[in-house]
């Protein structure tokens, strides 16, 4: 079992920034890749990115390219998203996520962070 725990969200304005941060605990030597998803009200929950936990290799969608950036400390067990030129839209729950696999079948959630950005 991998156990993931969220932070860093809060209430930013519009073209501000914020970092999340992703605790992993329990089995995380099983881990292969973590990763960021999001939802906001009354939408499915997005892919945001993803990070390899060997290598680092990352993977952003086209919505957050150029202003997020996913990052790991392997000696921390953590991933952080830093998001820059936040927007209203960027409202939403964020979500950590692992996978020990390598389909990125994303087995391991955390409990969500809540982040607001006002206009």
Not at 2 to 12: D, K, T
Not at 76 to 103: F, H, I
């Amino acid at each position: 079992q991998v156990q993931l725990m969220e932070s860093g969200g809060g209430l930013v304005q519009a073209g501000g920034s914020l970092r999340l941060s992703c605790a992993a605990s329990g089995r995380t030597f099983s881990v292969y890749a973590m990763a960021w998803f999001r939802q906001a009200p009354g939408k499915e929950r997005e892919f945001v990115a993803r990070i390899r936990w060997s290598g680092g290799s990352t993977y952003y969608a086209d919505s957050v390219m150029g202003r997020f950036t996913i990052s790991r400390d392997n000696a921390k067990n953590t991933v952080y998203l830093q998001m820059n030129s936040l927007k209203p839209e960027d409202t939403a729950v964020y979500y950590c996520a692992a996978t020990t696999g390598q389909r990125y079948e994303w087995r391991y959630w955390g409990q969500g962070t809540q982040v607001t950005v006002s206009s």
